[in-house]
């Protein structure tokens, strides 16, 4: 039992945000692990641990599990317990499971599901069968594996290996999906707004860092805490959250974005009336070279394409690793399935893995 490193609030898509220095991905140290559960993604897949926890926001435990070349566990929002977990986003936020093994995370899992009343957002678990008829309906997003942000070689990668899978293991379809960009920037706009009002508790008087230096007024002492104690991502996203809740600003982007999320939740519904699973990338591309957040941050935020989706619509979502780039970086597979539907998606992942 240990502690892992992570990114600062878990802002962050590479673990380099944190007050005890850089996490290194095991597999290329110049590059990132991801983030912001990075840390227990490479404890993971260093052979440090089996299982490690993290927090996914918007991919943190999928993301770094992908770029690390294990396996990335988000369980459906409500499913288990956020008590104990420092908020970045409540609406958001879900503890999720690394592993090397399906078997190993759905026996963490069914442990971790158990009810707690300390958490009014947990749904009561309901009784879930794993095992299904096959062959199993599957669909991919017809924007996705065609958008522009995604790798060649990944996009070339899975759809090579959705034509390899046996009719009778599972049916592909594809589904035309027109939000796919729309999704990053209501992220953003809804978690920071979050992120604002969950983090104003750390002004150094019953919670965060205190600043030595004297403060002339109420107003200098909560300015002092906050500029000394907090990074650079924080404040960043603190004040465009702050920003997208300001008079003025909240009916131009927080109410258009919480709009844009239930047509994505009735969008979801949809194809879940139909389907029994999502399958598309985890990421856009490997991992990049340890610096690039700093030299690009739009383009960091905009690699959460994929898996921010899951996190905007409440669904369990899983990346399992099944490719190696030619630039000798792993990269995997991300599935999704309906709510409350856990088990039967580690089942599918399980199948699929069977056909690496």
Not at 77 to 87: E, K, P, V, W
Not at 182 to 199: D, G, M
Not at 273 to 288: K, L, R, S
């Amino acid at each position: 039992i240990g502690n892992c490193n992570c990114d600062e609030f878990a802002m962050g898509s590479s673990n380099e945000n944190s007050a005890y220095g850089k996490v290194l991905n095991p597999h290329n140290k110049e590059k990132v692990p991801g983030g912001s559960s990075g840390g227990s993604a490479v404890a993971v897949a260093a052979d440090m641990c089996m299982l490690s926890l993290g927090s996914d926001t918007g991919g943190s435990v999928r993301q770094p599990a992908d770029h690390c070349g294990v396996i990335g566990f988000k369980p459906g929002y409500g499913s288990i317990s956020r008590f104990g977990l420092i908020a970045y986003a409540s609406s958001f936020d879900q503890i999720g499971i690394f592993g090397k093994n399906i078997d190993d995370i759905e026996v963490v899992y069914n442990i971790m599901q158990q009810y707690d009343p300390r958490d009014s957002t947990m749904s009561l678990p309901k009784d879930q069968t794993a095992a299904k008829a096959k062959p199993w309906k599957v669909c991919t997003l017809s924007q996705v594996l065609g958008h522009t942000s995604l790798d060649t070689e990944i996009a070339n990668a899975i759809s090579g290996f959705i034509e390899k899978i046996p009719a009778d293991t599972a049916s592909f379809s594809l589904v035309d999906f027109h939000l796919i960009d729309y999704i990053v920037p209501a992220y953003y706009v809804l978690t920071t707004a979050e992120a604002s009002s969950n983090l104003s508790r750390y002004d150094g008087v019953r919670y965060g860092h205190r600043s030595e230096e004297a403060a002339g007024s109420i107003e200098d002492f909560y300015k002092q805490n906050r500029t000394e104690g907090f990074g650079l991502e924080v404040k960043k996203r603190i004040m465009l959250g702050s920003f997208v809740l300001s008079t003025g600003y909240y009916d131009a982007y927080y109410s258009q974005a919480q709009k844009i999320r239930q047509m994505l939740v009735q969008k979801v519904e949809e194809i879940f009336a139909e389907y029994d699973a999502i399958i598309m990338p985890t990421v856009p591309a490997t991992a990049p070279l340890l610096g690039a957040d700093a030299a690009d941050p739009v383009a960091t935020y905009l690699a959460d394409i994929f898996t921010v989706f899951a996190n905007l619509t409440g669904l369990p979502g899983i990346s399992i690793p099944l490719f190696s780039h030619s630039n000798n970086m792993p990269f995997g597979l991300q599935i999704l399935a309906g709510k409350g539907n856990e088990l039967s998606l580690l089942s599918l992942s399980e199948l699929l893995m069977q056909h690496k």
